[in-house]
């Protein structure tokens, strides 16, 4: 457990999300996607990502009245868990979207409750967890809504339960690399609304999490609406000059690299690293001929764009897959070797 936070930020090149799986409601494989396996993680690692983030549910393992987790939960985490460590990839385990009780509630009426729960849901995760070594790290929770100054000292109030209940459960969760999550995970909203961390009796262990989905409508946008349309195209040199209404029109590369700076001031330059914990764009399947390989090169570009900067400025980018995008996870492969060309690219791998 020797390494800061600073440290620990070095030994990881790039990190890869096993999403829409262990943090699925109804169950592992409720989303689509099999079992986590050892051989998935050894693809992974193969693949170049030395680094997993495993969002997680707790929540629906839990007696509604005690929030007791379900032991047999908790020992299948683990085994995924042990894993990962076995192949000796690094791990961010948090409590996802869980249904929204955390996420959905950042707000005063609610502080009192969802604290309780942090603090019980912790403890026992960091007691189960606690005997891995500096390869684990636990994650707060994932994208708090949050949009004003009340609803951020909320939000720092669960996280700091969560600091003080894993620290409570002492072994080498003394020590262990903590990650707390900006307001929505957005950029802009945590540079302007998080002007502290937690406070934490260990120093120099803590990280900061955001996530990049923008421009949203080149990004996540899945439907053309009536105030804009699906973009399609993304990057100065990847425009299309007989489709122009699907071009990027703003969060390209100057919006994306003032982004990136203003976490490097905010957190890098402090000693403080910054998880961007999710990043992706969608891949575009309605398209057909050049308007499809243009489509196809600008996402590549995107995607190393992404890591690259993110590197640049001491940021650690970590890929959202759901199963369906660089890792086949039905045969263990590598289904998109663009893409998977592209992130290794930017990592410098």
């Given amino acids: ?42 693809a992974v690692k193969q693949a170049g990502f030395n680094a997993i983030r495993i969002p997680c549910s ?69 007691t189960t967890f606690r005997d891995f070594d500096q390869h684990v790290l636990f994650a707060s929770a994932n994208e708090p809504a949050v949009n004003n100054a009340d609803q951020m000292d909320v939000l720092l109030s669960y996280h700091q339960t969560f600091v003080n209940a894993v620290r409570s459960t002492g072994g080498r969760n003394r020590y262990r690399v903590l990650v707390i999550q900006g307001p929505s995970t957005d950029i802009t909203k945590t540079n302007s609304l998080m002007s502290s961390l937690p406070a934490d009796r260990t120093t120099n262990r803590m990280m900061a999490e955001v996530h990049y989905y923008n421009p949203y409508q080149f990004c996540l946008m899945d439907a053309d609406q009536s105030w804009g349309n699906m973009w399609y195209y993304w990057g100065q040199n990847y425009h299309s000059t007989t489709d122009a209404t699907r071009n990027a029109t703003s969060g390209e590369e100057s919006d994306l690299n003032k982004l990136f700076v203003l976490m490097k001031k905010q957190f890098t330059d402090k ?31 995107f995607l190393k764009y992404v890591v690259k900067q993110a590197k640049t400025n001491g940021l650690l980018p970590f890929l959202w897959d759901t199963g369906n995008g660089v890792i086949n996870r039905m045969n263990n492969t590598v289904f998109d070797q663009k893409e998977l060309d592209s992130l290794r690219s930017g990592a410098g791998l």
Avoid at 278 to 295: C, I, Y
């Fill in 271 to 301: 000693g403080i690293p910054v998880i961007v914990g999710e990043f992706d764009a969608m891949r575009r399947s309605n398209l057909t001929g050049s308007d499809l390989q243009l489509h196809l090169d600008s996402r590549a570009y």
């Fill in 58 to 126: 707790w929540n629906q393992y839990s007696d509604k009245a005690t929030a007791k987790i379900q032991d047999a939960w908790l020992n299948r985490v683990k085994e995924v868990v042990q894993y990962c460590v076995n192949n000796d990839v690094y791990v961010i385990l948090n409590i996802h979207w869980d249904g929204g009780w955390l996420e959905n509630n950042c707000t005063a009426d609610k502080k009192d409750s969802v604290n309780d729960k942090q603090k019980a849901f912790w403890e026992q995760i960091a």
């Fill in 1 to 42: 457990m020797g390494s800061t936070a600073v440290q620990l930020a070095s030994k990881i090149n790039m990190g890869w999300n096993i999403g829409n799986t262990l943090e699925a409601i109804g169950g592992e494989t409720a989303w689509g996607n099999p079992k986590v396996t050892n051989d998935l993680i050894k």
